[in-house]
Protein backbone atom coordinates (compact mmCIF):
# COMPACT_ATOMS: atom_id res chain seq x y z
CA UNK A 1 0.00 0.00 0.00
CA UNK A 2 1.29 3.29 -0.71
CA UNK A 3 -0.24 5.25 1.43
CA UNK A 4 1.27 7.59 3.60
CA UNK A 5 1.50 7.36 7.60
CA UNK A 6 0.49 10.43 9.01
CA UNK A 7 2.01 12.41 11.70
CA UNK A 8 0.16 11.66 15.00
CA UNK A 9 -1.27 14.32 17.35
CA UNK A 10 -1.74 14.37 21.31
CA UNK A 11 -4.73 15.25 22.71
CA UNK A 12 -5.20 15.10 26.77
CA UNK A 13 -2.82 12.13 26.72
CA UNK A 14 -4.16 10.32 23.93
CA UNK A 15 -2.31 9.75 20.59
CA UNK A 16 -4.75 10.21 17.69
CA UNK A 17 -4.90 11.15 14.05
CA UNK A 18 -5.90 14.15 13.17
CA UNK A 19 -9.11 13.68 10.71
CA UNK A 20 -8.48 16.50 8.52
CA UNK A 21 -5.46 14.30 7.45
CA UNK A 22 -7.77 11.99 5.55
CA UNK A 23 -9.58 14.56 3.34
CA UNK A 24 -5.67 16.25 2.66
CA UNK A 25 -3.68 15.27 -0.50
CA UNK A 26 -1.17 13.19 1.76
CA UNK A 27 -4.08 10.44 1.89
CA UNK A 28 -6.72 11.21 -1.11
CA UNK A 29 -3.71 11.08 -3.84
CA UNK A 30 -1.91 8.00 -2.31
CA UNK A 31 -5.31 6.30 -2.01
CA UNK A 32 -6.20 7.22 -5.36
CA UNK A 33 -3.34 5.34 -6.85
CA UNK A 34 -3.70 2.42 -4.48
CA UNK A 35 -7.10 2.11 -6.43
CA UNK A 36 -6.17 2.72 -9.46
CA UNK A 37 -3.19 -0.27 -8.95
CA UNK A 38 -5.91 -2.61 -7.66
CA UNK A 39 -7.63 -2.04 -11.14
CA UNK A 40 -4.85 -2.69 -12.95
CA UNK A 41 -3.72 -6.17 -10.69
CA UNK A 42 -7.18 -7.68 -10.66
CA UNK A 43 -7.03 -7.14 -14.45
CA UNK A 44 -4.23 -8.80 -14.60
CA UNK A 45 -5.75 -11.58 -12.75
CA UNK A 46 -9.10 -11.48 -14.25
CA UNK A 47 -7.71 -12.52 -17.66
CA UNK A 48 -6.10 -15.60 -16.56
CA UNK A 49 -9.69 -16.53 -14.93
CA UNK A 50 -10.64 -20.15 -15.44
CA UNK A 51 -14.42 -20.30 -16.61
CA UNK A 52 -15.59 -22.22 -13.64
CA UNK A 53 -14.41 -19.64 -11.34
CA UNK A 54 -16.41 -17.02 -9.62
CA UNK A 55 -14.18 -13.42 -10.66
CA UNK A 56 -15.36 -12.24 -7.18
CA UNK A 57 -13.41 -15.05 -5.21
CA UNK A 58 -10.02 -13.99 -7.46
CA UNK A 59 -10.80 -10.13 -6.66
CA UNK A 60 -10.65 -11.13 -3.25
CA UNK A 61 -7.46 -13.18 -3.50
CA UNK A 62 -5.83 -9.91 -5.03
CA UNK A 63 -7.43 -7.62 -2.06
CA UNK A 64 -5.98 -9.70 0.40
CA UNK A 65 -2.40 -10.00 -1.29
CA UNK A 66 -2.29 -6.14 -1.75
CA UNK A 67 -3.20 -5.39 2.09
CA UNK A 68 -6.42 -4.20 1.79
CA UNK A 69 -7.89 -6.24 5.11
CA UNK A 70 -5.00 -4.44 7.13
CA UNK A 71 -6.51 -1.01 6.06
CA UNK A 72 -9.08 -0.91 8.26
CA UNK A 73 -7.05 -0.53 11.11
CA UNK A 74 -5.17 2.76 9.72
CA UNK A 75 -7.71 4.70 11.89
CA UNK A 76 -8.71 4.00 15.30
CA UNK A 77 -9.99 7.01 17.22
CA UNK A 78 -13.74 7.31 16.81
CA UNK A 79 -13.80 10.74 15.25
CA UNK A 80 -10.74 9.57 13.06
CA UNK A 81 -11.89 6.75 11.72
CA UNK A 82 -15.59 8.38 10.60
CA UNK A 83 -13.72 10.79 8.23
CA UNK A 84 -11.47 8.27 6.92
CA UNK A 85 -14.39 5.36 6.37
CA UNK A 86 -16.60 8.47 4.57
CA UNK A 87 -13.39 9.31 2.41
CA UNK A 88 -12.28 5.68 1.72
CA UNK A 89 -16.35 5.17 0.60
CA UNK A 90 -16.29 7.91 -1.36
CA UNK A 91 -13.22 7.45 -2.81
CA UNK A 92 -14.05 3.97 -4.24
CA UNK A 93 -18.05 5.86 -5.62
CA UNK A 94 -15.86 8.09 -7.93
CA UNK A 95 -14.99 5.60 -9.80
CA UNK A 96 -17.97 3.95 -10.56
CA UNK A 97 -19.15 6.50 -12.55
CA UNK A 98 -20.23 6.38 -16.48
CA UNK A 99 -17.11 8.47 -17.21
CA UNK A 100 -15.12 5.67 -16.03
CA UNK A 101 -14.20 2.34 -18.00
CA UNK A 102 -16.46 -0.44 -17.05
CA UNK A 103 -13.94 -2.69 -15.81
CA UNK A 104 -12.90 0.09 -14.06
CA UNK A 105 -16.25 0.33 -12.36
CA UNK A 106 -16.97 -3.52 -11.69
CA UNK A 107 -13.60 -3.30 -9.49
CA UNK A 108 -14.17 -0.07 -7.59
CA UNK A 109 -18.51 -1.56 -6.64
CA UNK A 110 -16.12 -5.31 -5.65
CA UNK A 111 -13.60 -2.99 -3.34
CA UNK A 112 -16.23 -0.58 -1.99
CA UNK A 113 -18.22 -3.83 -1.46
CA UNK A 114 -15.37 -6.23 0.20
CA UNK A 115 -14.17 -2.69 2.27
CA UNK A 116 -18.26 -1.71 3.65
CA UNK A 117 -18.31 -5.63 4.48
CA UNK A 118 -15.43 -6.19 6.40
CA UNK A 119 -15.74 -3.67 9.10
CA UNK A 120 -14.04 -4.96 12.37
CA UNK A 121 -16.97 -6.02 14.59
CA UNK A 122 -15.54 -7.83 17.60
CA UNK A 123 -12.60 -6.30 18.42
CA UNK A 124 -11.81 -5.05 21.70
CA UNK A 125 -11.70 -1.76 22.20
CA UNK A 126 -14.51 -1.93 19.85
CA UNK A 127 -13.81 0.17 16.45
CA UNK A 128 -16.43 2.85 15.21
CA UNK A 129 -18.49 1.34 11.50
CA UNK A 130 -20.20 3.18 9.29
CA UNK A 131 -23.71 1.68 8.50
CA UNK A 132 -24.82 3.82 5.63
CA UNK A 133 -22.46 5.74 2.64
CA UNK A 134 -23.60 8.77 1.64
CA UNK A 135 -24.01 8.94 -2.38
CA UNK A 136 -25.70 11.53 -4.69
CA UNK A 137 -28.63 10.42 -6.73
CA UNK A 138 -26.84 11.32 -10.25
CA UNK A 139 -24.16 8.68 -8.27
CA UNK A 140 -26.46 6.37 -7.78
CA UNK A 141 -28.53 6.26 -10.57
CA UNK A 142 -25.24 5.84 -12.72
CA UNK A 143 -24.12 3.09 -10.02
CA UNK A 144 -27.47 0.82 -10.84
CA UNK A 145 -26.75 1.04 -14.85
CA UNK A 146 -23.69 -0.57 -14.39
CA UNK A 147 -24.65 -3.89 -15.06
CA UNK A 148 -26.54 -3.29 -18.21
CA UNK A 149 -22.73 -2.06 -19.93
CA UNK A 150 -21.22 -5.61 -19.56
CA UNK A 151 -22.46 -6.54 -22.68
CA UNK A 152 -19.21 -7.20 -24.05
CA UNK A 153 -17.26 -10.50 -24.06
CA UNK A 154 -15.23 -9.39 -21.79
CA UNK A 155 -17.08 -8.25 -19.34
CA UNK A 156 -20.31 -10.44 -19.38
CA UNK A 157 -18.51 -13.00 -17.28
CA UNK A 158 -18.69 -9.53 -14.30
CA UNK A 159 -21.75 -9.23 -15.06
CA UNK A 160 -23.62 -11.72 -12.31
CA UNK A 161 -21.47 -10.88 -9.37
CA UNK A 162 -22.01 -7.46 -10.36
CA UNK A 163 -25.72 -7.49 -10.26
CA UNK A 164 -25.34 -9.83 -7.21
CA UNK A 165 -23.64 -7.09 -5.19
CA UNK A 166 -25.61 -4.09 -6.32
CA UNK A 167 -29.03 -6.10 -5.27
CA UNK A 168 -27.22 -7.17 -1.70
CA UNK A 169 -25.92 -3.03 -1.41
CA UNK A 170 -29.75 -2.07 -2.18
CA UNK A 171 -31.48 -4.26 0.07
CA UNK A 172 -29.19 -3.64 2.89
CA UNK A 173 -30.48 -0.04 2.47
CA UNK A 174 -26.59 0.54 2.59
CA UNK A 175 -26.99 3.93 0.81
CA UNK A 176 -27.75 7.51 1.80
CA UNK A 177 -28.97 9.30 -1.13
CA UNK A 178 -27.79 12.81 -1.29
CA UNK A 179 -28.73 15.85 -3.79
CA UNK A 180 -27.14 15.47 -7.10
CA UNK A 181 -23.40 15.84 -7.31
CA UNK A 182 -23.28 19.45 -8.99
CA UNK A 183 -25.15 20.57 -5.64
CA UNK A 184 -21.83 20.20 -3.33
CA UNK A 185 -24.06 18.51 -0.87
CA UNK A 186 -20.81 16.32 0.16
CA UNK A 187 -19.08 17.41 3.03
CA UNK A 188 -15.73 18.31 1.92
CA UNK A 189 -17.64 19.21 -1.34
CA UNK A 190 -14.14 18.38 -2.83
CA UNK A 191 -11.52 15.86 -2.02
CA UNK A 192 -8.78 16.86 -1.13
CA UNK A 193 -10.24 19.44 0.53
CA UNK A 194 -6.28 20.42 1.87
CA UNK A 195 -3.36 20.61 -0.52
CA UNK A 196 0.17 19.50 1.51
CA UNK A 197 3.34 19.37 -0.26
CA UNK A 198 4.89 16.22 0.01
CA UNK A 199 8.70 16.05 1.68
CA UNK A 200 9.63 13.37 -0.38
CA UNK A 201 8.85 15.18 -3.94
CA UNK A 202 11.35 17.84 -4.95
CA UNK A 203 8.54 18.94 -7.32
CA UNK A 204 6.27 20.22 -4.41
CA UNK A 205 8.98 20.87 -1.94
CA UNK A 206 9.63 24.43 -3.09
CA UNK A 207 6.05 25.31 -3.33
CA UNK A 208 5.56 28.75 -2.47
CA UNK A 209 9.19 30.20 -3.61
CA UNK A 210 9.51 32.26 -6.61
CA UNK A 211 10.93 30.53 -9.23
CA UNK A 212 13.37 32.01 -12.09
CA UNK A 213 11.99 34.78 -14.04
CA UNK A 214 8.47 34.78 -12.66
CA UNK A 215 7.77 38.80 -11.84
CA UNK A 216 7.79 40.21 -8.58
CA UNK A 217 4.90 41.53 -7.01
CA UNK A 218 6.59 45.01 -7.54
CA UNK A 219 6.45 44.34 -11.12
CA UNK A 220 3.24 42.83 -11.17
CA UNK A 221 2.04 45.69 -9.95
CA UNK A 222 3.49 48.49 -12.75
CA UNK A 223 2.31 46.40 -15.23
CA UNK A 224 -1.43 46.77 -14.19
CA UNK A 225 -0.86 50.04 -13.43
CA UNK A 226 0.15 50.99 -17.21
CA UNK A 227 -2.83 48.30 -18.56
CA UNK A 228 -4.97 50.49 -16.25
CA UNK A 229 -3.71 53.88 -17.56
CA UNK A 230 -4.05 52.12 -21.51
CA UNK A 231 -7.44 51.49 -20.78
CA UNK A 232 -8.08 55.32 -19.39
CA UNK A 233 -6.97 56.67 -22.08
CA UNK A 234 -8.51 54.78 -25.01
CA UNK A 235 -12.20 55.40 -22.87
CA UNK A 236 -10.88 58.80 -23.33
CA UNK A 237 -10.00 59.52 -26.55
CA UNK A 238 -13.14 57.44 -28.01
CA UNK A 239 -15.74 59.29 -25.95
CA UNK A 240 -14.38 62.72 -27.41
CA UNK A 241 -16.37 64.37 -30.20
CA UNK A 242 -15.27 65.36 -33.70
CA UNK A 243 -16.98 67.87 -35.03
CA UNK A 244 -20.79 66.58 -35.00
CA UNK A 245 -19.89 62.99 -35.10
CA UNK A 246 -18.42 60.03 -33.17
CA UNK A 247 -14.42 59.38 -32.99
CA UNK A 248 -15.05 55.56 -34.39
CA UNK A 249 -17.25 57.08 -37.08
CA UNK A 250 -14.54 59.81 -38.18
CA UNK A 251 -11.43 57.31 -38.27
CA UNK A 252 -13.69 53.88 -38.47
CA UNK A 253 -11.19 50.82 -39.38
CA UNK A 254 -10.63 50.88 -42.72
CA UNK A 255 -9.31 46.79 -43.14
CA UNK A 256 -12.77 46.30 -41.07
CA UNK A 257 -14.60 47.96 -43.28
CA UNK A 258 -13.22 46.55 -46.68
CA UNK A 259 -13.33 42.67 -45.17
CA UNK A 260 -16.92 43.46 -44.00
CA UNK A 261 -18.06 44.32 -48.09
CA UNK A 262 -16.15 41.44 -49.24
CA UNK A 263 -17.83 39.38 -47.28
CA UNK A 264 -21.14 40.91 -47.91
CA UNK A 265 -20.61 40.94 -51.84
CA UNK A 266 -19.58 36.96 -51.36
CA UNK A 267 -22.97 36.60 -48.93
CA UNK A 268 -24.81 38.35 -51.64
CA UNK A 269 -23.81 36.29 -54.54
CA UNK A 270 -24.20 32.93 -52.47
CA UNK A 271 -28.24 33.88 -51.24
CA UNK A 272 -28.69 34.58 -55.07
CA UNK A 273 -31.17 37.44 -54.30
CA UNK A 274 -31.70 39.82 -57.51
CA UNK A 275 -33.56 42.74 -58.15
CA UNK A 276 -35.61 45.32 -55.61
CA UNK A 277 -34.33 43.60 -52.17
CA UNK A 278 -36.96 45.89 -50.77
CA UNK A 279 -39.43 43.45 -51.56
CA UNK A 280 -40.54 40.98 -49.56
CA UNK A 281 -39.57 38.77 -51.93
CA UNK A 282 -36.02 38.03 -51.46
CA UNK A 283 -34.20 36.50 -48.31
CA UNK A 284 -32.37 39.46 -47.65
CA UNK A 285 -35.22 42.00 -48.12
CA UNK A 286 -37.81 40.16 -46.10
CA UNK A 287 -34.43 40.49 -42.98
CA UNK A 288 -34.32 43.79 -44.25
CA UNK A 289 -37.81 44.50 -43.34
CA UNK A 290 -38.28 43.12 -40.23
CA UNK A 291 -35.33 44.76 -38.81
CA UNK A 292 -36.42 48.01 -39.70
CA UNK A 293 -39.66 47.30 -38.49
CA UNK A 294 -38.35 46.49 -35.07
CA UNK A 295 -36.38 49.75 -35.61
CA UNK A 296 -39.24 51.87 -36.07
CA UNK A 297 -40.94 50.02 -33.26
CA UNK A 298 -37.48 51.38 -31.15
CA UNK A 299 -37.92 54.91 -32.56
CA UNK A 300 -39.71 56.25 -29.60
CA UNK A 301 -37.21 55.45 -27.56
CA UNK A 302 -34.42 56.69 -29.79
CA UNK A 303 -34.25 60.55 -29.09
CA UNK A 304 -31.88 62.28 -31.69
CA UNK A 305 -31.62 59.27 -33.65
CA UNK A 306 -33.79 59.84 -36.81
CA UNK A 307 -30.34 59.99 -38.96
CA UNK A 308 -30.39 56.71 -38.11
CA UNK A 309 -33.91 55.44 -39.22
CA UNK A 310 -33.65 57.24 -42.57
CA UNK A 311 -30.05 55.47 -43.12
CA UNK A 312 -31.64 52.07 -42.10
CA UNK A 313 -34.79 52.69 -44.78
CA UNK A 314 -32.81 53.82 -47.34
CA UNK A 315 -30.28 50.65 -46.96
CA UNK A 316 -33.31 48.39 -47.04
CA UNK A 317 -34.45 49.42 -50.86
CA UNK A 318 -30.76 48.51 -52.44
CA UNK A 319 -29.38 45.56 -53.63
CA UNK A 320 -27.91 44.77 -50.36
CA UNK A 321 -30.72 45.40 -47.73
CA UNK A 322 -29.68 46.55 -44.17
CA UNK A 323 -26.04 44.60 -45.73
CA UNK A 324 -25.07 48.27 -46.75
CA UNK A 325 -25.72 50.29 -43.60
CA UNK A 326 -22.38 50.77 -43.60
CA UNK A 327 -22.55 52.79 -46.93
CA UNK A 328 -21.75 56.58 -45.74
CA UNK A 329 -21.06 56.03 -41.90
CA UNK A 330 -17.35 57.45 -42.77
CA UNK A 331 -14.84 59.29 -44.64
CA UNK A 332 -14.09 55.79 -46.68
CA UNK A 333 -13.54 55.69 -50.22
CA UNK A 334 -15.94 52.75 -51.52
Same mark, same amino acid.
Given at each position: ???????????? @? *??????????? !?LFVHPFRDDIWSLVQLYHEA? =????? *? #?? +?????? #?? /? &??? @? /?? %??????? *?? $? !???????????????? #??? $?????? &???????? %? $???????? @?????????????????? %?? !????? +??????????? =??????????????SK????IPNSDRGAQNPRFLPRELCPDSNDASTSAIGKRGPG?? $??KDSAKRSKHALLGVEDWMKKTSEMSSDQHYLLTQP??????? %??? *??????DVIGDTGDVGASGGVIGRASLEVLERLKQAQALMAGQEELIERAERAAKTSSGLLGLTEGAGNIDT
Open positions: MSTLRPVPTTTR @G *DVILDPAFFTS !SF =LKIPQ *D #TS +PFTVFK #TV /W &RAQ @G /WD %YMHFKAL *DA $T !SRETFLNVCFRLFLER #TVK $TEAPFT &RVVALFGL %Y $TFFNTQPS @GSAPPLLDVRHIPIPLDH %YA !SLLSL +PTCLVSEQLLP =LKNAASHILANLVEVFHIRP $TRPRETLVA %YRR *DKSNLV
